[in-house]
């Protein structure tokens, strides 16, 4: 009783309890789901079921063992009710802002090529962004929802019809990776070890846990370290909340698929046109999707590097023994109010 008493108090002993409590369900689901024929599994259908589902489990986990394992509410872990849709609406922007970045720089070397848009899905795309960043600048002005915000959210839906499958399969996938990720692991190693080694650690289990997705590479697994594994860390820890984390993460993945139509970690999802990659697949990243190429290490490593100087310069980062530099009534709490990146 006083082993499980000491596990429990323990950061490493709470992120071990709570993986185990994501793990066993999630394996369990998708040992039902393996009961269905192979060709759904790999269908978009079957894609969608498992995400979502999956997704919800690790939700209600974590959700769970942060009220009676941890003793914590939402808002302490960066899942505040202020400001959320600003917050997850300007970082969906931003990660898909650096993926355009990344786009453009093979577009420049002649490795990306648009082979075919629908006029239709052109208009639905210009209205998922333009009320994207209208929303952002409305609620960046005004917090509460009015009338006009309810318009541009009904343009918002109809102009991301066209990849209504791809982003919901999207979002299943960005929560789970991003309540586990930085939800779950790199805030207890980061609480026990401090932020630099947490960085490191989840760093390296993010670009592992990919190795084993259809056309992986060495330097695919290191672009996935460098992109989600770092930068998405970065921004978590200047901002404490898990809405920027998922929301960069998000329009990253969502502008890579569905908008530029390329691959996506060996998948190819439905969205508002095709392309087609050429070029050396380490600068383009391949089979695999721009994401694991060469360009996008150069880029989003330099955006990293400088957030990483941002974290360091404006004190955002803990010391392993930070506990000790604080009085014994003191609480580390996740903050309300997002920070400009």
């Excluded at 648009?114 to 994207?132: E, K, N, W, Y």
């Excluded at 309540?179 to 692991?185: A, C, D, E, Q, T």
């Excluded at 391949?286 to 694991?292: T, Y």
């Amino acid at each position: 009783m006083f082993l499980l008493c000491r596990l429990l108090a323990s950061d490493i002993g709470q992120l071990v309890i709570e993986i185990v409590f994501v793990a066993v369900p999630v394996l369990l689901l998708v040992a039902l789901l393996n009961l269905f024929l192979a060709s759904f599994l790999q269908s978009l259908a079957g894609d969608l079921l498992l995400n979502v589902l999956a997704a919800a489990i690790i939700a209600v986990v974590f959700f769970l063992t942060l009220r009676k394992i941890e003793h914590r509410s939402l808002s302490e872990v960066g899942l505040s009710g202020h400001q959320w849709l600003y917050q997850l609406l300007l970082s969906f922007l931003c990660g898909g802002t650096l993926m355009t970045v990344v786009t453009l720089a093979l577009a420049i070397t002649g490795s990306y090529h648009i082979t075919g848009i629908h006029p239709f899905a052109a208009v639905q795309l210009v209205c998922f962004i333009g009320a994207s960043g209208l929303l952002v600048l409305l609620l960046a002005r005004n917090k509460k929802i009015g009338f006009i915000h309810c318009v541009l959210i009904v343009f918002l839906v109809f102009g991301v019809f066209p990849a209504a499958i791809s982003l919901l399969i999207l979002m299943g996938g960005v929560i789970q990776e991003e309540l586990v990720f930085r939800g779950m692991i790199f805030r207890k190693l980061e609480r026990a070890f401090g932020s630099r080694l947490a960085l490191v650690i989840s760093a390296i289990l993010f670009g592992i846990i990919h190795a084993w997705t259809p056309h992986a590479t060495l330097i695919g697994i290191v672009a996935l370290m460098v992109t989600a594994g770092v930068l998405v860390a970065v921004i978590y820890m200047l901002t404490r909340s898990l809405w920027w984390a998922m929301g960069v993460h998000f329009g990253w993945n969502f502008f890579q698929g569905p908008i530029f139509g390329t691959q996506l970690s060996g998948h190819a999802l439905p969205g508002f046109f095709s392309s087609v990659i050429t070029g050396p697949e380490a600068w383009t990243g391949g089979s695999f999707g721009p994401q694991a190429g060469l360009a996008s290490i150069f880029i989003v490593g330099s955006v990293g590097c400088y957030l990483f100087w941002r974290a360091v310069r404006e004190h955002r980062m803990l010391a392993r023994n930070w506990r000790e530099r604080l009085p014994d009534n003191t609480q580390v709490r996740g903050t309300d109010m997002p920070v400009t990146l």
